[in-house]
């Protein structure tokens, strides 16, 4: 049944001004339209600039540990409401439903993490350099948040950035991915059951030119958060220069793995397909180069190639998000071909094989496992994000040359090793410039108490996640406090 997808605006479902809607579709299947959704425009976002702006000061102050009260309340609620959520996840954005469901538990550990926090905001007391003065320093909220998510986290990433806001008193205006609209709305109804007062998080669907763009350059909104593209994120990191409004973005990746020549092939081969074709490629930390040393590549290669050859499209993977984004991964296979890489598996589509309007999956989005071999360092496809799943390798001699070729691109979000050599992952662990790291694992799989993010261009500003040295240090701004108390001290004679 298609139903209708509101904005959440001082605490009421409310169409958008215009009475304009769009679609938000299935995936795994375009004739399923899952809802209609309010497309908005800047006259939406001031009023919901507005009910932000009005909520501020008895929400932040209200005291943090009863902030995380209302926070405790809605992780509950999302641990009952895990299943239903889940399923969602995977009808608008297409991943299997063990990754659906894995969406929803890390807002879940996000809640209640940050639920904690609201006892934890500490800051520092610290001796001063004169007699009778105290000195410290207190974290206080920012202000009005906007908050720009993108789909392939549909729950999770907005968790990342609602929760740690609300726990430190801002309020917000969300804006998430259109094309997810209803898992988005599905998490603020979890917020507004669990006794959110009106106008603390409001709620505004639409696109980035209608809403997202209006919102960073609304004058009453203090400071951003933006996980997406790094074209997006540029173009708002310049808005919010010249605005001088704060801000951090999260943006794409190119992730390696390293497999040296002492590795456990069957572990990383799991490792790298994991890595590479979980939620069909579409992660930021997703596996899509793999840097493999030559003692052990021709191996490594037949391995990973009969192994990534059994995954099942819509049991293993799900579709591509939207034929947008289904047109640019094919696309960069074509770019593959034409670089001269060798591919060995996929890159084709099974409703193009089936003559575009058979079989079960000719109505979705989805695409082979595609593996190119062949690839080298400047090709394109081993230096671009495609989010899809391709992944390329990538031959080398030693470790240093695969360190080189591993940090020799612009992004750094994340990196992996396979080696049983502690000499060679310590050296990894050194010379590696990534946000996260990992030994003898895969690229993906983070955890929410640690920050969050990436060097070079996938990360500017704090990072997402982790408590007071992650995300925490983005919602909440420095106060410092001296009290002199010399001057009463003389007039009051206590001696
Ligand atoms: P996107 O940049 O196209 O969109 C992200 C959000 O920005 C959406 O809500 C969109 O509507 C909005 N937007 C678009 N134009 C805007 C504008 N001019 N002003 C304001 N907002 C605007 O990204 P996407 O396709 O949704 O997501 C995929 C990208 O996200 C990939 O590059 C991926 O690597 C990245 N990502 C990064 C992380 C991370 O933590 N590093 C995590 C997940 C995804």
Known sequence: MTEKIKNFINGKWVDAISKKTFTSCNPADQRDVIAHVADSNVRDVNVAVA????????WSSLPAPKRGEILYRAAEILVKRKEVLGKMVTREMGKILKEGLGDVQEAIDMTYYMAGEGRRLCGETVPSELPNKDAKSVRVPVGVFGLITPWNFPIAIPSWKIIPALIAGNTIVFKPAEETPVCATRFVEVLEEAGLPHGVLNLVHGFGETVGDPIVRHLDVDAIAFTGSNEVGSQIA?????????FMMETGGKNPIIIMDDADLDLACEGALWGGFGTSGQRCTAASRLIVHQKIYDRFVKKFKERAARLVLGTDLGP??????????????AIGEKEGARLILGGTTPARENGNKRGKYAYGTFIEPTIFVDVTPTMRIAREEIFGPVVSILKVSNLKEAIKIANDVSFGLSAAIYSKDVNNTAVFERDMDAGIIYINASTIGAEIQLPFGGTKKTGL???????????????????????????????AQID
């Open 51 to 58: 009910s932000a702006r009005k909520a501020f000061p008895s």
């Open 238 to 246: 310049t808005t919010c220069a010249s605005l001088q409004k704060h």
């Open 320 to 333: 591509i998000v939207s034929p947008a984004q289904y047109d640019k991964v094919l696309d960069y296979i």
């Open 461 to 491: 500003g704090p990072r997402d996640a982790g408590g007071r040295g992650g995300a925490l240090d983005h919602y909440t701004k420095w106060k410092v406090i001296y009290r002199d108390f010399s001057g009463h001290l003389q007039k």
